[in-house]
């Protein structure tokens, strides 16, 4: 969460810290930069706009709540911890490799598959966006 993209959203919500932040400003926050609830407090308290205590009231029926207000709960649920997954920096590093001419097509795919990514190797669950 970088400071100013958390000070701006922060001052968004709370009407400039005119308002006392509550559940709804929470969850709008760590939907906002798909960080835990936990994660979220920390930086909430070192930035001095909640207290430790005040975070206590927050701390059940995190699913519940962000059902409530129509949020995904996506965010609130365990990956599935059976399924081997790489993401980020590997992935594009390989497709730079790929578009640079450094490696062939079934490098980048063994890549992949050694990523266990065999999903993109196969447009397995790749949905395609239809524009009008």
């Given at each position: 969460?970088?400071d100013?993209?958390?000070?701006?959203?922060?001052?968004?919500?709370?009407s400039?810290g005119?308002?006392?932040?509550?559940?709804?400003?929470?969850?709008?926050?760590?939907q906002?930069?798909?960080?835990s609830?936990?994660?979220?407090?920390?930086?909430l308290?070192?930035?001095?706009?909640?207290?430790?205590?005040?975070?206590?009231?927050?701390?059940?029926?995190?699913?519940?709540?962000?059902?409530?207000?129509g949020?995904?709960?996506?965010?609130y649920?365990p990956?599935?911890d059976?399924?081997?997954?790489?993401?980020?920096?590997?992935?594009?590093?390989?497709?730079?490799?790929?578009?640079?001419?450094i490696?062939?097509?079934?490098?980048?795919?063994?890549y992949?598959?050694?990523?266990?990514?065999?999903?993109?190797?196969f447009?397995?669950?790749?949905?395609?966006d239809?524009?009008?």
């Open positions: 969460m970088p100013c993209a958390f000070s701006r959203l922060y001052n968004k919500i709370t400039n005119k308002e006392k932040i509550e559940l709804k400003h929470i969850l709008e926050m760590e906002y930069f798909k960080v609830r936990n994660v979220l407090f920390v930086r308290v070192q930035e001095g706009y909640l207290s430790v205590k005040d975070c206590e009231q927050y701390k059940t029926d995190i699913i519940k709540n962000a059902l409530r207000y949020y995904d709960i996506s965010l649920l990956l599935d059976k399924k081997q997954v790489t993401y980020g920096a590997y992935l594009k590093l390989a497709l730079l490799l790929k578009e640079k001419g490696i062939s097509e079934g490098r980048y795919e063994q992949l598959l050694e990523a266990f990514r065999d999903d993109i190797v447009n397995e669950n790749i949905k395609e239809i524009y009008d």
